[in-house]
């Protein structure tokens, strides 16, 4: 049997929870089944060049500029001289738009679209009117929980028929089983001790995270647990403003931002707790939350987006309202003062990451989600 043939196409990928799945997803397919090729309207970023080398083909910067109407025939002309079966695109408002007239340029059968947010940072659906005017070519829309389902049958008003549930997904492996030397290096580096009480927030600096509720909670605490340290990992646009406001107050010595990091696992082993305060936008199924209750780290996030999917609260882990620096710090003052005992949380938590979201599940949903619009079920 002929593999299926699937292109996947988005604006570029560099760092971030949607960069990640993607990059598992590319890993995990059997190739003896599927043939992919990856293609990017610009540079292709850190995660986008290493998938183009690990694929069967793959091109980037097939965009040249912002009316580059020769964008649609080069993608066109990718699709077509790759037998493209299935195109793949996540919710990049370009990748949708070019995606879309390319493959039915190309005569591309199938289409498929993978929504990785819940509406806008400005409060706008998380689909354009144009993406919206597309969408009925497209054969299956994946939302990444049940409630995600919801949001957009609801929202964005896609007919339910054609909405895939396929949850992201991590190596729970990764994540428990850290070498002992990669941790004492973290700590050595960051002057941890057994002492500390230690934060960790893992997230691109974008505003929907809500990093300030996290910088004045700690600002609080810090007050009266001088032992307290809060790690900040992640890259973004908000980097440079978070630096300024921890020099500005002096708290260097107890809030790092770390930026970008290949070490997160062995981070993760470091901290006592992990949070996500985050507004009501955006947000849908963080990857950092599954990679901390895979540590057994206990996490206090947001009931924001599909975060209650993840967490019971109080059962495997404790939820806040959105960007809630009361909550927020309540939870966390409990536990540096009142010695929690978080062994249950922790238990749940994983049985949870191992039961709905392990790479190899939502590998194994997608390849069920191809084969069955290629009808090969």
Same mark, same amino acid.
């Given at each position: 049997?002929?593999?299926?043939?699937?292109?996947?196409?988005?604006? *570029?990928?560099?760092? !971030?929870?949607?960069? &990640?799945?993607?990059?598992?997803?590319?890993? %995990?397919? $059997?190739? @003896? /089944?599927?043939?992919?090729?990856?293609?990017?309207?610009?540079?292709?970023?850190?995660?986008?060049?290493?998938?183009?080398?690990?694929?069967?083909?793959?091109?980037?910067?097939?965009?040249?500029?912002?009316?580059?109407?020769?964008?649609?025939?080069?993608?066109?002309?990718?699709?077509?001289?790759?037998?493209?079966?299935?195109?793949?695109?996540?919710?990049?408002?370009?990748?949708?738009?070019?995606?879309?007239?390319?493959?039915?340029?190309?005569?591309?059968?199938?289409?498929?679209?993978?929504?990785?947010?819940?509406?806008?940072?400005?409060?706008?659906?998380?689909?354009?009117?144009?993406?919206?005017?597309?969408?009925?070519?497209?054969?299956?829309?994946?939302?990444?929980?049940?409630?995600?389902?919801?949001?957009? *049958?609801?929202?964005? !008003?896609?007919?339910? &028929?054609?909405?895939?549930?396929?949850?992201? %997904?991590? $190596?729970? @492996? /990764?994540?428990?089983?850290v070498p002992p030397e990669a941790?004492?290096?973290?700590?050595?580096?960051?002057?941890?001790?057994?002492?500390?009480?230690?934060?960790?927030?893992?997230?691109?600096?974008?505003?929907?995270?809500?990093?300030?509720?996290?910088?004045?909670?700690?600002?609080?605490?810090?007050?009266?647990?001088?032992?307290?340290?809060?790690l900040l990992v992640g890259d973004?646009?908000?980097?440079?403003?978070?630096?300024?406001?921890?020099?500005?107050?002096?708290?260097?010595?107890?809030?790092?931002?770390?930026?970008?990091?290949?070490?997160?696992?062995?981070?993760?082993?470091?901290?006592?707790?992990?949070?996500?305060?985050?507004?009501?936008?955006?947000?849908?199924?963080?990857?950092?939350?599954?990679?901390?209750?895979?540590?057994?780290?206990?996490?206090?996030?947001?009931?924001?987006?599909?975060?209650?999917?993840?967490?019971?609260?109080?059962?495997?882990?404790?939820?806040?309202?959105?960007?809630?620096?009361?909550?927020?710090?309540?939870?966390?003052?409990?536990?540096?003062?009142?010695?929690?005992?978080?062994?249950?949380?922790?238990?749940?938590?994983?049985?949870?990451?191992?039961?709905?979201?392990?790479?190899?599940?939502?590998?194994?949903?997608?390849?069920?989600?191809?084969?069955?619009?290629?009808?090969?079920?």
């Amino acid at each position: 049997m002929s593999k299926i043939r699937i292109s996947f196409v988005a604006d *570029s990928l560099d760092f !971030g929870g949607t960069a &990640n799945v993607v990059r598992e997803l590319v890993h %995990g397919l $059997d190739r @003896d /089944r599927f043939a992919l090729q990856q293609l990017f309207l610009k540079e292709a970023g850190s995660v986008g060049t290493r998938l183009i080398e690990q694929s069967d083909n793959g091109a980037d910067a097939l965009r040249k500029g912002r009316y580059d109407v020769a964008t649609l025939f080069r993608i066109a002309g990718k699709l077509r001289s790759f037998s493209t079966d299935i195109l793949y695109t996540v919710d990049h408002h370009n990748a949708i738009f070019w995606g879309t007239f390319a493959s039915v340029m190309a005569r591309t059968p199938k289409r498929v679209v993978a929504s990785h947010t819940t509406g806008r940072i400005d409060g706008s659906p998380s689909f354009s009117r144009t993406d919206r005017w597309m969408l009925p070519r497209y054969d299956s829309i994946v939302a990444l929980s049940a409630s995600h389902a919801g949001y957009l *049958s609801d929202t964005e !008003g896609i007919p339910v &028929n054609k909405i895939d549930i396929i949850e992201n %997904g991590i $190596d729970p @492996d /990764r994540y428990e089983h850290v070498p002992p030397e990669a941790i004492q290096k973290c700590r050595e580096e960051l002057g941890l001790t057994d002492e500390h009480f230690v934060v960790l927030m893992t997230a691109v600096m974008r505003p929907e995270k809500a990093h300030s509720v996290t910088l004045r909670v700690a600002r609080r605490l810090i007050r009266n647990h001088r032992n307290l340290r809060v790690l900040l990992v992640g890259d973004g646009p908000l980097l440079e403003e978070v630096e300024k406001w921890i020099s500005r107050f002096a708290l260097d010595r107890y809030i790092f931002a770390l930026g970008r990091r290949t070490d997160v696992p062995a981070l993760l082993k470091t901290a006592n707790v992990m949070v996500l305060p985050s507004y009501p936008a955006v947000e849908t199924l963080p990857l950092a939350v599954i990679e901390a209750m895979a540590s057994g780290v206990p996490v206090i996030a947001s009931a924001v987006g599909s975060v209650p999917d993840m967490i019971e609260d109080e059962y495997s882990g404790w939820l806040i309202g959105p960007a809630d620096l009361d909550g927020l710090e309540m939870r966390l003052r409990n536990l540096i003062e009142s010695s929690t005992d978080t062994r249950d949380i922790v238990a749940n938590a994983r049985k949870t990451v191992h039961e709905r979201y392990t790479t190899a599940r939502m590998v194994q949903l997608y390849a069920r989600l191809f084969e069955r619009l290629m009808q090969r079920e």
